[in-house]
């Protein structure tokens, strides 16, 4: 009787479809070495229509996570905005101080969500070819780009109804609307991680002698044709993409035409 109470009643509120993200898969090298990899982490966001005091939050925030007071009220300040980033890639310890001080009320209109991030552990190794996810999650270079197809997945999703409180709640009525998510395959390449090692450190000692702009190097399997290696110099770290300059990130052995010889 409760259940068919319910399910009269979900028909009078609006369905509400939640999306739940596919996670992406990893890259390795042929023995199975990660070189690519999906992790969980929190980030702060704020609707600024519901922001109460600018300055007190902020001072808050500031106190817990090292985040600049002037930059967390600069995006709080947008009042046209329903959705303002604050920081993202906090700490697990920040992430939980700032979690209680919404629950008592003393940070009205600002959230934690955990929010999915590629790292790559080998960091310089193979991190030109790795290249990288764009702020979607997309890949946007170098194997990363090139397969994405099988590296995504597909979302799934939930749907909900919402009664006027806004709270959630399920239904017998949800169970033939739960879709759930087709997590990417792993992608594995023919590159071996310790070949890999030594050609990088070949490179950049060629490179420490004779200066180059640019210089690469590949080693192949001359049975198979496999890729066992392949370096650019200089290197990249994917993790800190943001502290190099346009152009740093570009294969040039597969993207740059060179003379035979």
């Not at 002037?70 to 992430?95: C, F, H, Q, W």
Request: net charge negative; proline share 5%.
């Amino acid at each position: 009787q409760v259940v068919a109470s319910l399910k009269e009643r979900s028909d009078e509120y609006p369905g509400v479809d939640v999306k739940v993200e596919a996670k992406r898969g990893q890259i390795c090298d042929r023995r199975g070495s990660i070189f690519a990899l999906s992790t969980s982490s929190p980030m702060l966001w704020c609707d600024p229509q519901l922001i109460k005091d600018k300055d007190q939050e902020a001072r808050l925030i500031s106190e817990i996570a090292e985040i600049n007071e002037s930059d967390i009220i600069r995006k709080m300040s947008p009042t046209n905005l329903r959705y303002s980033v604050i920081a993202r890639g906090l700490m697990d310890t920040e992430s939980h101080k700032i979690r209680a001080l919404i629950s008592q009320k003393k940070l009205p209109g600002v959230y934690v969500k955990y929010e999915e991030k590629r790292v790559y552990p080998k960091h310089e190794l193979f991190g030109v070819q790795i290249g990288f996810c764009d702020s979607e999650g997309k890949g946007s270079f170098g194997v990363e780009k090139g397969a994405e197809y099988y590296l995504s997945g597909i979302d799934g999703w939930n749907t909900f109804w919402r009664h006027n409180l806004s709270r959630r709640f399920f239904t017998t009525k949800n169970m033939d609307m739960i879709f759930d998510p087709l997590d990417g395959q792993n992608v594995y390449l023919t590159i071996d991680e310790k070949l890999q090692q030594i050609a990088q450190d070949e490179l950049a000692k060629a490179a420490e002698i004779f200066t180059p702009k640019r210089a690469g190097l590949i080693m192949l399997d001359p049975k198979t044709g496999d890729i066992l290696a392949m370096a650019s110099w200089p290197f990249f770290d994917p993790n800190n993409r943001n502290e190099y300059k346009e152009g740093a990130f570009n294969n040039i052995l597969l993207s740059d035409p060179f003379p035979p010889g």
